[in-house]
């Protein structure tokens, strides 16, 4: 399905041109571990820059999460979703209430995929994240051997406001912080304060 | 030409011993980099090896150059001119309401600016920069009614534009002047003017390694001895160059030095102008900044001194 040969592609050097995608990795090096980096959403082009600024040999490996009612639509979005970054769509308007959005996440965990997630659903204004969503806890519960590592994504706020079609070029550089641990009996909304807490410390590094 | 030499003989024979000269620094360099005993010593040899290094990126502009003629060049410094603005903007507080002013000066600005030295628009290159954008940005940035900053913003995409675009630029159409005197060429005078930048900076931090003394202020790999002396060495290369150029002998060694002085004031106003963009990303780790900016910063000032005095004097 996806050629872990392919040299670099087109979209990854669009992005470093435009955006730079910097990786600084603070606390933790780049490993082929099994992880679910987590980051700030702050534009339309952070999915792509999280994921240029991963090594080629994590990029095969590692899939965004992605809003099916944004990546699913127009010929060109999907091709990058779909054939370039092997993106695991998930459904935010759960018309089927007895469906669990979290399952196609669940699919790609169990098949050894990484992923790319932004746990509070959707862009902010700001660049420090608002509120987590609560699938961060329940995929780190369920799947304990994973790695839950916090991710910064700098000055890409600046590049591609909400609402605006063409990004501004400026140089954004990508922080991986150290996992972040989850506690024997620990609540949901102290883990995820916790691991919102990481992602925010990762700004000030 | 002088000595003898056709222009196209005179270009490959300068290339040719910028390869050589490359080749035997980079080496030397690594030589003694791996026999250097102290730290601050290693630390020395590797600043002056990043400058050697920068060689190899102006022989590919030499040969650009040569091989594909001025479009070829142009590209190149349009690509760096972007690489410059991105940085710059990159460093600069900018707001989302200067959105639409950003992607104007990205998209629009720079194509512009170079596609006019392209087509020899050369009355309105030296004035699109500094009199259309500079009326145009303001008004753009104004219909977005938010006027908070709103000078300071402006004044900044300005002043980006200018570092980056205009002055840049600058080094393109070097190139394409036409100076018939003595059998020159614009591509030699570009040969000339590369040379002389490149060696004020690779001498001026070569001797402040060597000579030692106290540090600039704007520059911790330059102390005043390096600097003078190194600056001095730059004018010498540029006078032994006079063959190249449309200038006699005693006119070479003042175009050398309007070029290191120009270019000395550059990499000044340029770490001004970083430190007062955010001084704290300079002194740590520089991420943000992949140097684009601290690349070009000598050139940035001395191409628009050069070409206009040489438009002035001799064309």
Known sequence: ?205 | MRLGLSANEAYLLILAGLVLFSAAATAYGQWLLGHASDGAKQQRIAIVNSRVRASWSLILIFAVAFALGQPGLLVVFAFSSFLALREFIALTPTKASDHWALVIAFYAVIPIQYLLIGFDQYQIFSLFIPVYVFLLLPVLMALRQDTERYLERVAKVQWGLMISVFCVSHAGAIMALEVPRFQSSGQLLLLFFLLVVYFSDLLEVMASALLGGTPLRSNANKTRKGVFAGGLGAVLIGASLWWLTPFRFWQAILMSGAIVVAGFMGGLVLSSVKRSLGARRWDTEIVLTRGALDRLDSLIFAAPVFYQLTVFFFL
């Not at chain 1, 965990?109 to 609560?134: C, D, H, M, V, Y």
């Not at chain 1, 063409?166 to 949901?188: D, H, I």
Request: some cysteine; charged content about 20%; aromatic content about 8%.
């Open chain 1, 1 to 205: 399905m996806f050629d872990s040969f392919k040299l670099l592609t087109p979209i990854v050097w669009l992005t470093r041109l435009l955006v730079g995608a910097y990786p600084q990795w603070i606390g933790c090096a780049p490993a082929a571990t099994q992880r679910i980096y987590f980051a700030n959403h702050t534009s339309h082009m952070d999915t792509v820059v999280l994921w240029a600024a991963l090594p080629r040999a994590l990029r095969a490996n590692t899939r965004p999460v992605a809003a099916k009612d944004y990546w699913d639509k127009g010929a060109l979005k999907r091709r990058i979703a779909i054939d370039e970054l092997n993106v695991v769509l998930i459904d935010r308007n759960r018309d089927d209430p007895s469906h669990d959005p979290l399952d196609p996440l669940r699919d790609a965990l169990s098949s050894g995929f990484s992923l790319i997630i932004f746990p509070e659903g959707t862009r902010s204004a700001q660049a420090l994240p608002g509120p987590f969503k609560s699938g961060l806890y329940h995929l780190g519960r369920e799947f304990p051997s994973v790695e839950l590592v916090p991710v910064y994504l700098e000055n890409l706020h600046r590049s591609m406001p909400k609402g605006e079609l063409l990004p501004v070029p400026t140089m954004c550089s990508v922080r991986f912080g150290k996992p972040v641990q989850m506690a024997e009996g620990e609540s949901k909304e102290g883990f995820l304060s916790r691991a919102r807490a990481a992602v925010i410390a990762l700004s000030r590094a």
